[in-house]
T-cell receptor, first 111, second 114 residues
Framework: GQQVMQIPQYQHVQEGEDFTTYCNSSTTLSNIQWYKQRPGGHPVFLIQLVKSGEVKKQKRLTFQFGEAKKNSSLHITATQTTDVGTYFCAGRVNAGNMLTFGGGTRLMVKP | NAGVTQTPKFRVLKTGQSMTLLCAQDMNHEYMYWYRQDPGMGLRLIHYSVGEGTTAKGEVPDGYNVSRLKKQNFLLGLESAAPSQTSVYFC?????????????FGEGSRLTVL
């Protein structure tokens, strides 16, 4: 079945440093979504990427979708303590109803 | 507008007991999902529904049953709970067409099976 792998599993950074999490799928995706889950909270939608090679920005967050639509990344510039949480990618194959989540990257920021 | 509401938020069961988790959404969404979240494993889809009266299996359906008798409600049942079902369960809903659209998650239900 479809697998979505995410690395790293954990990342400690000093406030102000950059952070990147990578997502790789075993199959070509129709689209990919990113979610953020604060400690003790529930996942909250950040963004969806659909086109091959697509790049989207939200303030300090930059999202990329690979040319082959099998990988994606989330980059945070100059992390802040409010960025703490677990970031999940989630990929969808074709027109299916199932969204497969990666294992998540837990970001911890030292002030 | 409450969004997606899950009840109960916490529950402790003994092995072999049964229980039902209720998910209710007030956004008139067609699609509803039940996920379980375990440390290091992300969210895994248990069952989902594409509309009232329909259900389908996800990645990890064994040991669970679901029902969608009303559009706004999606119930997840455990007939005979096992310790392996200790987890945090999240319900989610989606209103847009099949291959797009964000998921709106409830706050989660933490289940412990002793």
């Amino acid at each position: 079945g479809q697998q979505v792998m995410q690395i790293p599993q954990y990342q400690h950074v000093q406030e102000g440093e950059d952070f990147t999490t990578y997502c790789n799928s075993s199959t070509t995706l129709s689209n990919i979504q990113w979610y953020k889950q604060r400690p003790g909270g529930h996942p909250v939608f950040l963004i969806q990427l659909v086109k091959s090679g697509e790049v989207k920005k939200q303030k300090r967050l930059t999202f990329q979708f690979g040319e082959a639509k099998k990988n994606s990344s989330l980059h945070i510039t100059a992390t802040q303590t409010t960025d703490v949480g677990t970031y999940f990618c989630a990929g969808r194959v074709n027109a299916g109803n199932m969204l497969t989540f990666g294992g998540g990257t837990r970001l911890m920021v030292k002030p | 507008n409450a969004g997606v509401t899950q009840t109960p938020k916490f529950r402790v069961l003994k092995t072999g007991q049964s229980m039902t988790l209720l998910c209710a959404q007030d956004m008139n969404h067609e699609y509803m999902y039940w996920y379980r979240q375990d440390p290091g494993m992300g969210l895994r889809l248990i069952h989902y529904s594409v509309g009232e009266g329909t259900t389908a299996k996800g990645e990890v359906p064994d040991g669970y049953n679901v029902s969608r008798l009303k559009k706004q409600n999606f119930l997840l049942g455990l007939e005979s709970a096992a310790p392996s079902q200790t987890s945090v369960y999240f319900c989610a809903s989606k209103g847009q067409p099949t291959n797009t659209g964000e998921l709106f998650f409830g706050e989660g239900s933490r289940l412990t099976v002793l």
